[in-house]
């Protein structure tokens, strides 16, 4: 499930837009400022908010609306666990993902 969404999600993985190349290793946390991008207009925004920030583009299909979400995303290395699950937390979303597993590790609020 993509961070900060409760909807049905196929996860595509994160793109480094600074070399094209994908990360294996870490924890992507997605940024509270591109959530629910999906349109072309909104994946501009993404672009640029992600080269003013880390560099990292996550993406994953809503498989409920056919939409394709996109999200610049800070990567965490994977012995951050708690730092990640903070910013994630700062940022609204209701999980974290480790890439070199495919997991997501819910935020919990209480």
């Excluded at 290793?25 to 997605?30: D, H, L, R, T, W």
């Excluded at 409920?64 to 940022?91: I, R, W």
Aim: charged letters at 20%; aromatic letters at 10%.
């Amino acid at each position: 499930m993509p961070c900060g969404s409760s909807a049905r999600a196929t996860r595509t993985g994160s793109l480094d837009i600074r070399t094209m190349t994908e990360p294996t290793e870490g924890i992507a946390v997605s940024y509270a400022a591109t959530q629910n991008s999906h349109s072309r207009d909104q994946l501009d925004f993404v672009v640029e908010h992600a080269l003013q920030h880390d560099g990292y583009v996550g993406g994953w299909l809503n498989t409920e609306n056919d939409l394709y979400y996109f999200d610049s995303t800070k990567l965490f290395p994977e012995d951050q666990l708690e730092e990640a699950l903070q910013f994630g937390k700062e940022n609204g979303q209701t999980s974290v993902y480790i890439l070199s597993t495919g997991t997501d590790v819910y935020i919990n609020y209480e």
